[in-house]
């Protein structure tokens, strides 16, 4: 079958602004609390990608009325009671390759009551939910189970709703088993308590989702218990209430072009994110000023500046993991080696964000030690670059990352381009128009 190519030329300073397109986490969570909130809301500057139309169809089947306007950057969700789906037959959801989407439905589902199959593609049965599903047995009246070894999906749920209101689970893995308990919370329409046990990653994602849920009309609060542990307190007995919603722009996407300005001695204004944005991935930039860039921040935009010169860092990126691909290929033109710590549950998203990154950067010639938390990046040597065809494992953030090392290196050609689409269809298309060059398409009979 013929696999296709795309290859970046490369040129020189990469200057402009751009306004990437709405956060696909931000349009997943607000499609869950709108379609369960009483009333119409309407969803502005959504993001229009796989993972946003997974979540979509799979809401629509279960009996929400959404209407998609604007080329779909605008989402209209009857969040009506009486819509929700009411046969006595299994519900058979595909969720694709999305995460937020499974781990979302599953917690919300289980909150509703009803009987639900959730299953996706092959990769999907390989990406761990079983910490989500232990948290969710002592509080299910009914049962929530796995159908996959190691606790991975698919997911069969049978339950009559939630009937207690404590809840405890790890936050090692993900963070997205945290906001799909928190947003179920209002569903259940009780009040809860969730017990984070042990190292709770990507915080800025839970405080997002926090923000929405507020947003919708839940009360969020936030504690420590006497054993140091993060407590989650939702009022949930209003559930949420609907309103009109504005999606920011998508800040991982962002940090492509950000990269961009760094790699090649550019200036690069993202519009749309502040520093205050609700994302907390808007703090690569602070990773590319200890590099050496100068950063200007606003209200509603913050620009990159580069002179090219760029030193390595030592980073802990727990935080903001998916931008570790983006620093990770700006860290082959520092001055010095990188090291960025913190991020071992990144070996368990679309693809090994650690093992697979570090081969695929061996191939244009860097040398990369993998830890079991990240990795250490050496700066390319100074010699000819022969070129190199990079996998992206059907992992859209490897494909966007390592399309910018063609920036400067001849002859860099990423297999499977339409992996994008997962979250960023237009990406290669805003790349061209940002630097004003054309890539390279090609595809070839594997």
């Not at 046969?87 to 969720?95: H, N, R, V, Y």
């Not at 090692?172 to 209002?186: E, F, I, K, T, W």
């Not at 405080?207 to 504690?223: K, L």
Request: hydrophobic share 40%.
């Amino acid at each position: 079958m013929p696999v296709s190519f795309v290859e970046v030329v490369p040129g020189g300073a990469v200057i402009g602004s751009i306004r990437p397109p709405g956060s696909k986490s931000l349009t997943n969570r607000a499609l869950v609390c709108a379609a369960f909130a009483g009333g119409a809301s309407r969803l502005r500057g959504a993001l229009l990608s796989d993972d946003t139309a997974v979540m979509t169809e799979a809401l629509r089947q279960i009996g929400f009325a959404i209407e998609s306007v604007d080329n779909g950057h605008t989402l209209d969700v009857a969040g009506l009671p009486e819509a929700l789906f009411t046969s006595s037959e299994q519900a058979q959801l595909f969720i694709g390759n999305s995460g937020t989407t499974i781990r979302f439905l599953t917690a919300a589902l289980s909150a509703l009551g009803g009987r639900f199959h959730l299953h996706g593609v092959a990769r999907m049965h390989e990406r761990p939910i079983g910490d989500l599903i232990n948290a969710l047995a002592p509080v299910c009246n009914g049962t929530v189970t796995s159908q996959s070894a190691g606790g991975c999906p698919p997911v069969v749920i049978e339950t009559r709703g939630w009937n207690h209101d404590e809840i405890s689970v790890a936050g090692n893995v993900s963070s997205q088993y945290l906001s799909g308990l928190m947003m179920a919370a209002p569903i259940a329409k009780r009040n809860i308590s969730i017990c984070v046990q042990g190292e709770l990653v990507s915080r800025p994602y839970v405080e997002m989702t926090a923000n929405i849920m507020q947003d919708f009309g839940a009360a969020v609060r936030w504690r420590e218990s006497t054993g140091k542990s993060l407590v989650c307190e939702i009022d949930g007995t209003g559930g949420y209430r609907a309103c009109d919603y504005e999606i920011e722009p998508d800040a991982s996407a962002a940090s492509y072009f950000w990269a961009a300005a760094a790699i090649t001695g550019g200036d690069v204004t993202v519009l749309g994110l502040g520093p205050n944005a609700l994302q907390g991935d808007v703090a690569l930039v602070d990773c590319l000023e200890q590099m050496g860039c100068q950063v200007s921040r606003s209200v509603d935009q913050i620009t990159v500046r580069s002179s090219g010169r760029l030193r390595g860092i030592d980073v802990d990126m727990n935080a903001i993991s998916d931008t570790v691909q983006t620093l990770s290929v700006v860290a082959l033109f520092a001055d010095s080696p990188t090291r960025i710590r913190g991020v071992a549950h990144n070996r368990f998203k679309e693809t090994d964000r650690i093992g697979d990154l570090a081969r695929e950067l061996r191939k244009l010639g860097a040398e990369v030690v993998e830890h079991e938390d990240g990795l250490m990046i050496k700066p390319l040597a100074p010699q000819e670059f022969a070129g190199a065809t990079l996998e992206t494992y059907d992992d859209h953030r490897m494909a966007m990352s390592l399309s910018l090392a063609g920036l400067r290196l001849p002859g860099v050609q990423i297999a499977n381009p339409a992996c994008t689409a997962k979250t960023y269809p237009e990406f290669f298309a805003d790349l061209e128009m940002l630097t004003g060059r054309a890539h390279r398409w090609s595809s070839h009979q594997e």
